[in-house]
Protein backbone atom coordinates (compact mmCIF):
# COMPACT_ATOMS: atom_id res chain seq x y z
CA UNK A 1 0.00 0.00 0.00
CA UNK A 2 0.82 3.20 -0.84
CA UNK A 3 2.18 5.95 2.39
CA UNK A 4 1.66 9.25 1.46
CA UNK A 5 2.92 12.39 3.66
CA UNK A 6 2.18 15.98 3.93
CA UNK A 7 4.87 18.08 5.39
CA UNK A 8 3.94 21.34 6.54
CA UNK A 9 6.58 22.71 8.61
CA UNK A 10 8.81 24.84 5.87
CA UNK A 11 12.00 26.90 6.48
CA UNK A 12 10.22 30.26 6.51
CA UNK A 13 13.01 31.83 4.01
CA UNK A 14 11.93 29.65 0.64
CA UNK A 15 8.03 31.17 1.33
CA UNK A 16 8.44 33.81 -1.72
CA UNK A 17 4.54 33.52 -1.99
CA UNK A 18 1.08 32.59 -1.32
CA UNK A 19 -1.99 31.43 -3.52
CA UNK A 20 -5.49 31.35 -2.17
CA UNK A 21 -8.34 28.91 -3.80
CA UNK A 22 -11.39 30.98 -2.69
CA UNK A 23 -15.36 30.35 -3.99
CA UNK A 24 -17.97 33.07 -3.59
CA UNK A 25 -21.64 32.91 -5.05
CA UNK A 26 -20.65 29.07 -5.56
CA UNK A 27 -18.12 29.28 -8.29
CA UNK A 28 -14.62 29.32 -8.02
CA UNK A 29 -12.71 32.62 -8.11
CA UNK A 30 -9.84 33.33 -11.13
CA UNK A 31 -8.00 36.41 -11.88
CA UNK A 32 -6.30 37.41 -15.20
CA UNK A 33 -3.45 40.25 -15.09
CA UNK A 34 -3.62 42.58 -18.04
CA UNK A 35 -0.40 41.19 -19.30
CA UNK A 36 -1.14 37.14 -19.46
CA UNK A 37 -3.15 35.17 -21.33
CA UNK A 38 -4.56 32.90 -18.60
CA UNK A 39 -6.60 32.65 -15.41
CA UNK A 40 -4.51 32.29 -12.12
CA UNK A 41 -5.98 31.75 -8.67
CA UNK A 42 -5.28 34.98 -6.66
CA UNK A 43 -1.76 35.13 -4.95
CA UNK A 44 1.04 37.13 -4.91
CA UNK A 45 4.54 38.15 -3.63
CA UNK A 46 5.44 38.21 0.19
CA UNK A 47 6.78 41.81 1.19
CA UNK A 48 9.54 42.45 3.29
CA UNK A 49 8.88 40.88 7.12
CA UNK A 50 5.25 40.08 6.53
CA UNK A 51 4.03 36.88 7.68
CA UNK A 52 2.86 34.80 4.66
CA UNK A 53 -0.30 34.09 6.63
CA UNK A 54 -1.03 37.75 5.82
CA UNK A 55 0.27 37.84 2.42
CA UNK A 56 -2.65 35.40 1.13
CA UNK A 57 -4.85 37.59 3.23
CA UNK A 58 -3.74 40.63 1.42
CA UNK A 59 -3.13 39.51 -1.72
CA UNK A 60 -6.85 38.09 -1.71
CA UNK A 61 -8.22 41.72 -0.90
CA UNK A 62 -6.32 43.80 -3.50
CA UNK A 63 -7.14 41.29 -6.20
CA UNK A 64 -10.61 40.35 -5.86
CA UNK A 65 -12.03 42.61 -3.35
CA UNK A 66 -12.45 39.39 -1.08
CA UNK A 67 -12.02 39.10 2.76
CA UNK A 68 -11.72 35.81 4.16
CA UNK A 69 -13.64 35.18 7.48
CA UNK A 70 -11.45 31.86 7.80
CA UNK A 71 -8.05 30.65 5.71
CA UNK A 72 -7.26 26.91 5.85
CA UNK A 73 -3.82 25.79 5.13
CA UNK A 74 -3.50 23.59 1.94
CA UNK A 75 0.26 22.53 1.51
CA UNK A 76 3.65 24.23 0.61
CA UNK A 77 4.79 23.65 -3.44
CA UNK A 78 8.07 24.49 -4.97
CA UNK A 79 7.82 26.69 -7.86
CA UNK A 80 10.19 24.77 -9.63
CA UNK A 81 12.55 22.41 -8.27
CA UNK A 82 15.93 21.74 -9.18
CA UNK A 83 15.41 25.54 -10.75
CA UNK A 84 14.98 27.15 -7.66
CA UNK A 85 14.52 27.14 -4.32
CA UNK A 86 11.75 29.23 -4.03
CA UNK A 87 8.12 28.33 -2.61
CA UNK A 88 4.55 29.04 -1.90
CA UNK A 89 1.87 28.51 0.52
CA UNK A 90 -1.63 27.23 -0.62
CA UNK A 91 -4.47 28.67 1.76
CA UNK A 92 -8.13 27.71 0.69
CA UNK A 93 -10.53 31.07 1.78
CA UNK A 94 -14.10 30.43 3.41
CA UNK A 95 -16.57 33.09 4.42
CA UNK A 96 -16.19 35.41 2.12
CA UNK A 97 -16.99 39.37 2.30
CA UNK A 98 -16.53 41.98 -0.56
CA UNK A 99 -15.15 44.72 0.46
CA UNK A 100 -13.65 46.22 -3.17
CA UNK A 101 -10.61 45.09 -4.89
CA UNK A 102 -7.24 47.72 -3.83
CA UNK A 103 -4.72 46.53 -7.08
CA UNK A 104 -1.40 47.62 -7.10
CA UNK A 105 -0.37 50.10 -9.94
CA UNK A 106 1.24 46.88 -11.97
CA UNK A 107 -2.45 44.79 -11.38
CA UNK A 108 -4.85 47.46 -13.02
CA UNK A 109 -6.91 46.18 -15.39
CA UNK A 110 -6.87 43.08 -13.19
CA UNK A 111 -10.10 41.05 -14.38
CA UNK A 112 -11.80 38.44 -11.73
CA UNK A 113 -14.11 35.73 -13.24
CA UNK A 114 -16.15 33.02 -11.38
CA UNK A 115 -16.18 29.64 -12.37
CA UNK A 116 -17.28 25.76 -11.65
CA UNK A 117 -14.75 23.80 -11.61
CA UNK A 118 -15.84 21.65 -14.41
CA UNK A 119 -15.19 24.47 -16.62
CA UNK A 120 -11.73 25.48 -15.01
CA UNK A 121 -11.02 21.81 -15.68
CA UNK A 122 -11.92 22.10 -19.40
CA UNK A 123 -10.19 25.39 -19.76
CA UNK A 124 -6.92 23.79 -18.77
CA UNK A 125 -7.67 20.40 -21.04
CA UNK A 126 -7.75 22.97 -23.95
CA UNK A 127 -4.88 24.64 -23.00
CA UNK A 128 -6.61 28.01 -21.87
CA UNK A 129 -5.16 27.53 -18.39
CA UNK A 130 -1.30 27.05 -18.40
CA UNK A 131 -0.58 28.37 -14.61
CA UNK A 132 0.59 25.18 -13.24
CA UNK A 133 0.80 26.86 -10.07
CA UNK A 134 -2.95 27.47 -10.03
CA UNK A 135 -3.29 23.86 -11.53
CA UNK A 136 -1.17 22.32 -8.73
CA UNK A 137 -3.18 24.27 -5.70
CA UNK A 138 -6.38 22.76 -6.99
CA UNK A 139 -4.88 19.09 -7.44
CA UNK A 140 -3.42 19.35 -3.86
CA UNK A 141 -6.41 20.77 -2.03
CA UNK A 142 -8.35 17.98 -4.47
CA UNK A 143 -6.41 15.30 -2.89
CA UNK A 144 -6.35 16.22 0.44
CA UNK A 145 -10.20 16.22 0.50
CA UNK A 146 -10.36 20.06 0.86
CA UNK A 147 -12.20 20.80 -2.21
CA UNK A 148 -15.67 18.85 -1.57
CA UNK A 149 -16.78 16.46 -4.08
CA UNK A 150 -19.65 18.78 -5.13
CA UNK A 151 -17.78 21.02 -6.11
CA UNK A 152 -16.28 18.80 -9.19
CA UNK A 153 -19.68 19.27 -11.07
Avoid at 1 to 28: C, P, Q, R, T
Avoid at 53 to 76: F, I, N, Q
Wanted: hydrophobic share 35%; net charge negative.
Amino acid sequence: MLEVNFYDEVDDSFLKFAVIISKADGKWVFCKHKERDTYEIPGGHREEGELILDTAKRELREETGLSAGKLEYVGYQKLAQGYSAQGYHIYLATELTYSGQQLDEEEFGLTVKKMKIADFRALILAGKISDATSVTAFLLASAKHQIEQSSHR
